[in-house]
């Protein structure tokens, strides 16, 4: 294509829907490591997820290594 | 801004910086836990709650095996998680960080975000083994050590605030500013309420390793995500040809 010319579109504006996006995953994902103790999976499975932790027994080691409070 | 490319970028590196985590910890952090709670399991039946049967070892066994195994998930979800808070900060500050390019800034602000939301906090509410926690204070705990963490944090962004509008040579108050907030914090806020009743070479030791570990995973963060940030450039205008 000898005869394509090539203009630049500057685009500097944050995307605030990228922006957004990213808050939530901080604030999803610090919450199942640093404090869930089975209210993620109790919206699925009820009580059940409270009485076996399971996410509490996946993040538990990295809860403690990372800082955040535990038991 | 080519808005997926920097999404992708962003998730990417948080969750490689993770999972670099969760190796860390295994390999240094893990003889502490154990140790920490096997002490735990020995004050278990002393008390009577649990006997010591090869039932309880095998149901130990299984769950600490979900435990230790989750470190390299919990680390993925922990690191794509701080990776993210990271890329909203670089957006939001890469042209007034120091560095000659991208990559640089990167590991800049990873020093930044380390000393600010992670070693201050830890200077006041260390990390703790099982074994040393009161489970009846477990909340009170999580919201202390929630809130330094972001008084600290947004402090840096306010102070940040003054620091742009400072001439020159006034730019230290900002600086002096920062230190005179946290310091006040610091002493006002509560102490963590537990007595520590594991002995303090466990504990000690534990603290170290989890610092190193935690380190190693800005440290991962910056180098990962600047040089990503430096290969695909999510920032460079966007070339159309036209025909
Ligand atoms: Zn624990």
């Given amino acids: ?71 | 801004m080519k808005t997926v490319l920097f999404l992708i970028l962003v998730l990417v590196s948080g969750c490689f910086a993770g999972m670099i985590h969760g190796l860390a910890n295994l390999a240094i952090v893990e003889p502490y836990l154990d140790e920490a709670i096997g002490i735990e399991n020995q004050n278990l039946f002393a008390s009577g709650e649990e006997v010591d049967s090869p039932q309880f070892w095998v149901e130990y066994n299984n769950y600490r095996y979900w435990q230790k195994g989750g470190q390299i998930l919990a680390g993925a979800i922990l690191g794509t998680s701080f990776g993210a808070l990271f890329g909203i900060v670089f957006v939001f500050s890469k042209n007034v960080l120091p560095g000659s390019s991208n990559a640089r800034k990167a590991i800049f602000l990873s020093g930044i975000m380390w000393f600010t939301i992670y070693f201050i906090p830890f200077l006041k509410y260390p990390a703790n083994p099982p074994t040393v926690g009161d489970p009846e204070t477990v909340v009170l705990r999580g919201i202390l050590y929630l809130a330094f963490i972001a008084i600290s944090g947004f402090g840096v962004v306010g102070f940040y605030q003054l620091y742009k509008r400072l001439q020159k040579n006034k730019k230290f108050v900002a600086y002096l500013g920062y230190a005179v907030f946290m310091s006040t914090v610091f002493i006002i806020m509560p102490q963590n309420p537990d007595e520590i009743t594991a002995p303090m070479d466990l504990v000690n030791g534990f603290r170290i390793m989890s610092v190193f570990a935690v380190s190693i995973f800005w440290i991962a963060l910056g180098i990962i995500f600047g040089a990503f940030w430096q290969k695909f450039q999510p920032d460079k205008p966007v070339k159309a040809e036209i025909h």
């Fill in chain 1, 1 to 71: 294509m000898p005869s394509a010319r090539e203009i630049t579109i500057s685009k500097s504006k944050t995307p605030i829907l990228a922006i957004a996006i990213l808050a939530v995953i901080f604030g999803f994902g610090l919450f199942t490591v640093g404090y869930d103790q089975g209210h993620l999976f109790s919206i699925v499975l009820g009580q059940e997820a409270f009485d076996e932790l399971w996410i509490h027994e996946l993040t538990h080691d990295m809860r403690h290594a990372a800082g955040f409070p535990c038991h």
